[in-house]
């Protein structure tokens, strides 16, 4: 491949990125604007901005790396991350309809909104930011590598530098279309490597038989283990469910039944997709068997089996995908940086215009934050998994428990974030449990959930009411924001026109 091609294109590609952000930057009159859009994210885009982060830097880089070691238990990545978008889909959209801003308000509504777990919440979503939007900067950062030779730690610098212009111009309506566009691309290069893989191996069948017989069928699972491979794929499906970036796009989508559409949509498709990744990483081990790092091993079957010009396009999409996530989580971490951890040093508030101009210095800030952790490592699918299973387990479990039983209280879901926390992290010092979990996750989410459910039961006493919460953030949010634009619409009609969930109505009931 012309490396200096490459650089010529993706040089083309930044600039473009800037001028649309620059575009978009002229409807932005608002925080709201700039880290929500408006609240008025169509299905398409949503479809799109989903697809995109999806199929990034976790399915180009872990998953087809993943295939490339253990053939088709790839698949596991895929089938994980559809799982976790259709549940978000059905278990999660309706939350839009209380005009949330950030996760933590979410999960501090559940508990009766008290500030200081509501300032945990806040704190542990951060690091989860970060830690996402640090996997994004890797993955480009070895795509970038890989396609120029550019020392690793410089290409990831570059990365965090492109996302981070682009972004503070456009906000995140910026990442919403550029996320479309290149899901769109790299959707269609997966499908065209895949199938241009399958015509030279003769068929599916014959790139089967080239699978080891220890790693065929249900052999894949056996190779690496059935609690491991149950663990990948759980891992995968609990980090959509509470990753801050994915509860983003709920907020932020004009309607349930849009953010709804677009989730169902986007978990079939991907479910779908699950074994063109492994089919790629399969090809890449019959192609390049002493390939150094399995994480290339999507951009080696790129310009192998693709014409030179669609090669570069398809890499050059690979970065985008990954700007495009790392975009999204830098969004909501600053959504949770100024809302939840700023206003308990600055209770007084900004007007609309020193907002906006806070939300793009917090973005740099976040940025570099993101781009010292992703310094730190370059194992996409280790870092993941260890990130998931260590802070956002507890998350999980505060979330879908706070979402579904009235009985859930504060000390039930701090009883659930230490001891995802401890469990996890006990693991993964541990070299033999390790191995025999695979990452910690199964242990952690049902520690933290047995913890919660018995620490809950003994707080029943005390009375919880969503009418009363979603007043306390209201109050809060108006008082910040000075002017309150930030709360929707339906922040208390949805409560007071008889909208509740099942799960509130019973809360609302226990007055």
């Not at 790693?215 to 699972?221: H, I, K, P």
């Not at 969004?331 to 040093?345: N, T, W, Y």
Request: with cysteine; hydrophobic share 55%; proline share 3%.
């Amino acid at each position: 491949m012309n490396i200096t091609a490459f650089y010529l294109l993706f040089s083309l590609y930044i600039t473009a990125l800037i001028g649309l952000s620059l575009w978009l930057s002229r409807r932005q009159k608002s925080g709201e604007d700039f880290l929500l859009a408006g609240r008025n994210v169509s299905t398409r885009l949503s479809l799109g901005t989903t697809v995109a982060t999806m199929i990034g830097t976790g399915t180009s880089m872990g998953a087809v790396g993943f295939a490339y070691t253990n053939s088709w238990a790839g698949m596991l990545y895929g089938i994980g991350g559809a799982c976790g978008i259709l549940l978000a889909a059905w278990l999660f959209a309706p939350v839009r309809r209380y005009g949330f801003m950030t996760m933590s308000e979410e999960l501090s509504f559940y508990v009766g909104a008290q500030p200081k777990m509501r300032l945990l919440f806040a704190l542990l979503i951060f690091i989860a930011s970060l830690g996402w939007l640090g996997a994004h900067l890797i993955g480009g950062a070895l795509y970038l590598s890989w396609a120029t030779g550019l020392d690793l730690d410089l290409a990831k610098l570059v990365i965090a530098v492109a996302f981070t212009v682009y972004i503070v111009i456009g906000g995140y309506t910026a990442v919403v279309w550029t996320d479309s566009i290149m899901a769109i691309i790299l959707f269609i290069g997966f499908v065209l490597m895949a199938v241009l893989i399958s015509v030279q191996a003769g068929g599916i069948v014959a790139l089967t038989h080239q699978v080891p017989a220890s790693q065929s069928g249900w052999q894949a699972l056996s190779h690496i283990g059935l609690i491991p491979a149950i663990s990948l794929a759980v891992v995968i499906a609990l980090g959509v469910l509470a990753t801050p970036s994915f509860r983003q796009r709920i907020y932020s989508a004009r309607s349930v039944s849009t953010v709804r559409r677009a989730f169902t949509l986007a978990g079939l498709l991907y479910l779908a997709f699950a074994a063109l990744p492994a089919m790629i990483g399969i090809a890449a081990r019959q192609t390049a068997p002493d390939l150094a790092d399995h994480q290339f091993a999507f951009a080696t079957m790129a310009v192998t089996v693709l014409p030179a010009v669609v090669a570069m396009v398809v890499l050059l999409a690979g970065v985008s995908a990954t700007l495009s996530s790392a975009s999204s989580d830098a969004i909501a971490g600053v959504s949770i940086l100024i809302r939840d951890m700023v206003q308990q040093c600055y209770p007084a508030g900004f007007n609309q215009q020193r907002l906006l101009l806070l939300s793009r210095l917090s973005l740099v800030l976040v940025a570099l934050l993101a781009l010292a952790m992703a310094l730190m490592s370059n194992d996409i699918i280790r870092y993941i998994t260890s990130l998931i299973a260590t802070v956002m387990s507890g998350l999980a479990v505060t979330a879908l428990l706070g979402r579904f039983w009235p009985g859930f209280r504060w000390q039930g879901a701090l009883a659930a974030v230490l001891l995802a926390m401890t469990i996890s992290l006990s693991i993964l010092l541990q070299p033999d449990w390790l191995r025999f979990w695979g990452n910690p996750v199964l242990p952690a989410f049902a520690g933290a959930m047995l913890g919660a459910v018995l620490v809950s039961l003994r707080y029943q006493h005390q009375v919880i009411t969503p009418l009363s919460s979603m007043r306390r953030l209201r109050q809060e949010r108006q008082r910040f924001l000075q002017q309150g634009s930030f709360v929707a619409e339906s922040d208390g009609a949805h409560l007071k026109n008889n909208s509740l969930s099942a799960a509130d109505s019973r809360r609302e009931s226990s007055v």
